[in-house]
């Protein structure tokens, strides 16, 4: 069932509709938030399945998400039928994974290679940097990591930054040191880290015309949403999959093939990662017959939500000015609301989430809550476990990164690879069986004399024969083990082995996870415990096994391998498997999980996961100078810019209704601090939003104002005189969530100075 091209161009307006028809030339299509450019990109898809002009074969769409490829191909499939699934809609990390996977050979890779995640690096990079001798208090495993990544993001290989590293710069030094060695340890674990997926397959496709030839033949349509936030890696990725000039397919008999790109310079959030706007600001002197289209209609909020949108970006400079308008009139007002604290603003936002339910049928699967940073969902969570109200946590709450899933799925890993040293090491004393960090470093240095994996120094410390030898031959002795470590370790290497036999036979994924559970005595060491936190951790490995039969069950065929690939892929981005708390709450599961698929969750996530999404409710919370936008970023000027256009992204996923909180004390690490509003709560239009609380108890204690509920025109905001402070002023403590002292912005009286009002600061404009 293919759609009638006719029909798929009916819901389009004008300038939407030559997008999708577009032919013949690269094309750029550039909006403001929620004009239609993905809608237009799923559209323009099916238009070329529908039209003929593409079999489902030659595309290929890359999203920022797990979640949105699934929700594309799915709309897609929706648009043209079943045809669709056989379409590649995926994130840059899975394209290139399963080109990798594909294409290992060639890219010199051996097909079982592990995917390290960000966490995996860092332990990696903190064994070599300790084995370097470097002082990791004063360069810290973390800055290299982060400068590594940079610098593949930049396709920088170690040795070209050998040849730029400034020698006279300490750091400098070390990083080419362990950014060297770094790679020779992924080689040898048979292992790449994220940013590996990427600048592999662009060395793979630069090195081997012939692969590049073949994946230029087969993707005649390249399409990418987000376009924004790409890095120079990803952006020389998309130019040699298209070929043409400047790629190494320029004198290739194949064409270029057709590139269409979207998106949105205000909306680029990841600078972090290397992302530039250069991407997109010049993407037509990259290609210079390149056609740009601008959509200007936004068909997701009220106008009230719009305009305080375009009040908050329009404080930015230097960006192109964008004139989006909506047809849907001005809808409800952006309420905002003042808490006393982080627990205060939680719990106020689940009662005004029963509010929306009883008063105007929303459910909860309508409302989405965005906080900056990942610790803000603490207090959410606690307060919606509290009211029982269904929630998820998407993104970041690192269900992956928790210790226990990390040793099962280290366990696995160690099974599947036997040369994945990361993981080996990770798991060989977990639980403690005797093997200390003086065994480990037998086992190291073993390796490292013989040039063997961690993984063949544990199988000859049980005296196994290296693969490929006699049965009778004798491995090289371990230096400087016990007889007792030995031992140990003979049982470690045992216990691996049987898994991979069982691995082997063809058993399941659940199978061998049971099974390395057992028999390694980490469940049992667990189940043991009386410690409360070791209860929850054994659900959370139910939790995992629950996932990988669901694995199982969906991916008969699927291999161990195939089950790691997915969980490292998961486990970056965005998705989590659903959360059991709503189970747990109702007296019956299944009586639970019916209503969770009619009302469903609440969802709670960061502003970067909320990218490219929407809602009919939306909460923008911790509305604090310091919170959001960040502390790190109030003193740099680029930094405040992203921060911003990360407060516009945030605003403009709402569809109706748009909450706008803040807590006037926020605690961090212990400590309560005194937090400001932020500077975004200033531009938004006061005729657009209300305030169903306007200050604090403690601004109106404190500036004797009428306290409660007061608004503006009581003239009650008790912050406007100043907060008074005395001393038992909060503890100054520059943890993450304090705000940044002498900003600039602000006039100050106390140790934490005078807040002034948003009022305060508009009459200051204003004179
Ligand atoms: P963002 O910048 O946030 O990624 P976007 O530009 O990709 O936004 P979409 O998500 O494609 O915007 O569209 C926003 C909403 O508007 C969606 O619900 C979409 O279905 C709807 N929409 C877009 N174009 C039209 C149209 N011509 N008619 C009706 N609804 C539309
Ligand atoms: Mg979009």
Not at 428 to 445: I, S, T, Y
Not at 667 to 684: C, E, I, K, N, Q
């Amino acid at each position: 069932t293919v759609a009638d091209p006719a029909e798929l161009l009916a819901g389009l307006n004008p300038a939407q509709e030559q997008a999708v028809t577009h032919a013949g030339s690269p094309l750029l299509i550039i909006a403001g938030a929620g004009s239609g450019k993905t809608r237009v990109l799923t559209h323009r898809i099916a238009y070329l399945l529908a039209t003929g002009r593409a079999r489902p074969g030659e595309i290929l769409a890359i999203t920022f998400t797990n979640k949105a490829a699934a929700e594309m191909r799915e709309r897609v499939a929706g648009l043209v039928g079943p045809a669709g699934e056989r379409m590649w809609v995926s994130t840059f990390h899975s394209a290139c994974v399963r080109i990798l996977r594909r294409e290992h050979d060639a890219a010199g890779l051996r097909s079982t290679f592990s995917i390290y995640d960000a966490a995996d690096s860092t332990r990696l990079i903190t064994l070599i940097v300790r084995e370097l001798g470097i002082d990791p208090k004063r360069f810290t495993p973390k800055t290299f990591a982060a400068r590594i990544s940079d610098l593949k993001n930049e396709l920088i290989t170690p040795a070209e930054f050998a040849e730029r590293a400034v020698t006279s710069n300490p750091f400098e030094r070390h990083l080419t040191e362990v950014y060297s060695a770094y790679a020779r340890r992924l080689v040898a674990a048979n292992a790449l880290d994220f940013d590996d997926l990427i600048m592999r397959t662009v060395q793979l496709l630069q090195a081997k015309p012939a692969v590049a030839e073949m994946y230029r033949r087969r993707f005649r349509h390249v399409l990418v949403d987000e376009y924004q936030d790409t890095n120079h890696a990803q952006y020389v990725l998309v130019r040699e999959l298209v070929g043409g000039p400047g790629t190494s397919g320029a004198d290739s008999p194949v064409p270029p093939g057709e590139l269409t790109v979207v998106g949105d310079s205000d909306q680029s959030i990841y600078a972090f990662r290397g992302a530039t706007i250069r991407n997109i600001e010049e993407f037509e002197q990259d290609y210079p017959s390149a056609r740009t289209i601008l959509l200007e209609q936004n068909y997701r909020s009220t106008q009230n939500i719009l305009s305080a949108a375009n009040a908050v970006i329009a404080r930015n400079t230097g960006r192109r000015e964008k004139n989006l308008w909506t047809a849907s009139g001005d809808g409800p007002k952006i309420i905002g609301y003042v808490a006393d604290s982080e627990h205060d603003e939680a719990r106020w936002i689940s009662s005004e989430i029963d509010r929306l339910a009883d008063e105007c049928g929303i459910r909860p699967r309508d409302v989405a809550i965005f906080y900056r940073t990942n610790a803000q969902s603490r207090a959410l969570e606690e307060a919606f476990v509290r009211s029982g109200q269904p929630y998820k946590v998407v993104g970041g709450t690192r269900f992956y990164e928790r210790r226990e899933v990390k040793d099962a799925i280290a366990y696995l890993r160690a099974v599947d690879n036997p040369d994945d040293d990361v993981s080996i090491r990770r798991v060989l004393n977990v639980p403690k069986r005797g093997l200390g960090d003086k065994a480990e470093a037998a086992l190291a240095e073993h390796a490292a004399r013989y040039a063997v994996s961690f993984g063949t120094a544990v199988a000859d410390a049980a005296g196994a024969p290296r693969p490929g030898e006699d049965e009778g031959a004798e491995p090289p002795a371990v230096v400087g083990l016990t007889t007792r470590a030995t031992r140990q370790v003979t049982g470690f290497h045992e216990l691996l082995t049987s898994l991979r036999h069982s691995r082997d036979a063809g058993d399941g994924v659940a199978d061998i996870l049971d099974a390395a559970l057992d028999a390694s005595g980490y469940l049992a060491e667990l189940r043991a415990s009386d410690d409360p936190q070791d209860a929850s951790r054994v659900e959370n490995l139910a939790e995992l096994h629950a996932v990988a039969s669901d694995f199982q069950a969906a991916n008969p065929d699927g291999t161990l391998a195939d089950f790691l690939e997915r969980v490292s892929l998961v486990a970056d981005s965005d998705q989590l498997p659903p959360s059991a708390d709503v189970a747990d709450q109702a007296e019956n599961r299944e009586q639970a999980e019916v209503q969770a698929r009619e009302q469903g969750q609440v969802t709670l996530m960061t502003v970067h996961t909320a990218k490219g999404l929407e809602f009919p409710v939306v909460f923008v919370t911790g509305l604090e100078d310091g919170t959001f936008p960040h502390a790190r970023s109030l003193a740099d000027e680029t930094e405040l810019a992203e921060e911003r256009r990360l407060a516009y992204v945030a605003v403009t996923r709402a569809r109706e209704r748009l909450y706008l909180t803040r807590a006037a004390v926020r605690s961090a690490w212990g400590t309560a601090t005194a937090m400001p509003p932020s500077r975004f709560l200033d531009d938004v239009p006061e005729d657009t939003i209300e305030w169903k609380r306007i200050a604090s108890s403690m601004d109106a204690l404190r500036g004797g104002g009428t306290g409660w509920g007061a608004s503006w025109d009581e003239g009650g905001f008790g912050a406007r005189r100043g907060y008074g402070r005395s001393s038992e002023a909060t503890p100054d403590d520059d943890g993450d969530f304090a705000p940044a002292i002498g900003s600039g912005r602000r006039t100050r009286t106390g140790k934490l100075g005078r807040v002034e009002t948003p009022k305060d600061r508009a009459e200051a404009r204003r004179a």
